[in-house]
């Protein structure tokens, strides 16, 4: 389980940016998203846990999490 203190612990280690296009997050835009999804066996631990901005974690939903960030040009 995770708590809104974790929450924005994860928002500082990642500088306010968004895990994966970098775009500035704020307290309104920013939204948690489970690196392992839950549909694929993601826990809701703080350390499956990563801020997105609301595009991507729109568009990674229940992807893999390597697949995804592949498909975005961020892993070879």
């Keep these: 389980k995770h708590t809104v203190a974790d929450v924005r612990a994860i928002l500082e280690a990642q500088r306010h940016r968004c ?15 489970h690196i392992a999804p839950l549909a694929r066996g993601g826990t809701n631990d703080r350390r499956n846990l990563q801020a997105t901005c609301g595009d991507c974690n729109r568009r ?10 592949q498909a975005n040009g961020l892993l070879l």
């Design 19 to 33: 895990a994966y296009c970098r775009v500035k997050l704020t307290g309104d835009t920013a939204e948690v998203d």
């Design 60 to 69: 990674k939903f229940a992807k893999d999490p390597i697949d995804f960030a």
